[in-house]
């Protein structure tokens, strides 16, 4: 059972909402314009880190896409994705939301998505002022697996990383929510590699409906 937990703090993509898809969409697409394979890239180098990470990634395998795959781009078009066909929430966040602030805890969102797209979701109904915090790619340096978005969240929120439970889905998210002395819950919905979440987590659920009535109540007991 997870105790002594006076914080949470939310991951965005594929935790809140059902979005890791669109960034393959997003890199299969300019691989495949370019006339390169789509294969040389696997997901879990996609999930939960900046446009200026996959970025790198991409021309580091690729040098011939320099000029075509800079963050701005990738960002662009990730968001332009986004807008066209907006993604569901993950089931039952809203509800486990909603349960989280009943129990008196503060939440944060720690995104590797820029600043526009946590607006995008921000606005959206069930997420409209849930977050006391907010820490997108626009205010860090270093990206996850980085623990520094993490620590930000919790800094802002007032309460000491130990007592911040994260909730990710993707393993360089697990891996900084770890490497800031958190522990965290694994969301395996879409998750690349389960298992190696599951190994990573204090628990790991495919979905919000999977926690039991009560559950962010007793997070707060010793």
């Not at 008196?104 to 979701?121: D, F």
């Not at 007032?158 to 522990?183: C, H, N, Q, W, Y």
Request: aromatic letters at 4%; charged letters at 25%; a negative charge.
């Amino acid at each position: 059972m997870i105790r002594d937990v006076d914080a949470l703090v939310f991951d965005m993509d594929g935790t809140l909402v059902d979005s890791e898809h669109l960034t393959r969409v997003l890199v299969d697409d300019l691989l495949r314009d370019a006339g390169l394979p789509t294969d040389s890239v696997d997901d879990t180098e996609l999930h939960g880190v900046t446009w200026a990470q996959i970025a790198a990634t991409l021309l580091d395998r690729h040098p011939s896409l320099q000029g075509r795959c800079t963050p701005e781009l990738l960002h662009r078009g990730w968001h332009a994705l986004w807008c066209g066909s907006p993604p569901v929430p993950v089931p039952g966040v809203v509800d486990a939301l909603k349960a989280a602030k009943a129990a008196g805890l503060p939440l944060a969102l720690a995104t590797s998505s820029n600043g526009e797209s946590a607006r995008s979701l921000l606005d959206r109904e069930g997420f409209v002022d849930v977050f006391d915090a907010v820490v997108t790619a626009d205010d860090i340096q270093r990206s996850k697996p980085d623990p520094e978005i993490f620590l930000l969240a919790a800094e802002r929120l007032g309460i000491a990383p130990a007592r911040t439970l994260v909730f990710e889905d993707s393993l360089a998210g697990l891996r900084g929510a770890k490497a800031a002395g958190m522990r965290s819950v694994a969301v395996l919905l879409r998750s690349a590699a389960p298992e190696q979440a599951r190994d990573l987590s204090a628990r790991a659920i495919v979905d919000y409906r999977d926690l039991e009535p009560g559950f962010f109540e007793a997070l707060r007991s010793a």
